[in-house]
């Protein structure tokens, strides 16, 4: 893995699996598309900072009758550092033609494994009692997060697994399903959180 300054020019796209971004990355080595899913939480725009780049490959896919092949960065983490908005020209050379990787990734065989037992999953109630609170020091929902009906935060629970309760500030897991993480990026953004490109957290907005 190397880590290079660069710009990152982000666009966002509406397809049919929901909005998704493809990203620019332009460095001293190259100028390189990427793809990863954690950007499906950023606003469109140029972001400089500095690139961890885990790996380097050529990727084909095929779209409105033609095959598109390009050379493609895999990031492994990255330190943003200033926002801009695109030009038209950078908005243009990102296509609107791009393929969802979510599409691109069902258009790949996939291995046969045998589905993994579901776990099961015994919720204790925390006790009151300071001696024997088994609570994580840290987990416990502010005051003011997000509150809603009975079947909401059970689905809002099912939707967010190990993040929930949510508290003022949420770290999405990007190792996720593609699908999942826009479900939850879709659903911050419903309850009022806004995302933060520098901390790459999400923060509840002040009442």
Known sequence: MITLPGQLAIKTIH???GDFNVGR???SIGEFVTK???LDQY?????EGDFSIAEIRPSMYTTGGRMVIEMRAVLGGMTLSNLDALTKDE?????PQEVDPIDEEAGKP???????AAPITVVTPPSSDPLVDT?????EPPSNSPAGTEETNQADAALFGAVWPLGQIVK???TVDRRLLRRQRDRLDALGYDFDYASQNWNLKAA
């Open 15 to 17: 397809g049919r699996n």
């Open 25 to 27: 990355l332009t460095t």
């Open 36 to 38: 990863n899913a954690e």
């Open 43 to 47: 606003r469109e725009g140029k972001y």
């Open 91 to 95: 908005a243009h050379g990102l296509s």
């Open 110 to 116: 996939q291995p046969v494994t045998a589905a993994p």
């Open 135 to 139: 609570t994580p020091f840290g987990d």
């Open 172 to 174: 999405l897991d990007s």
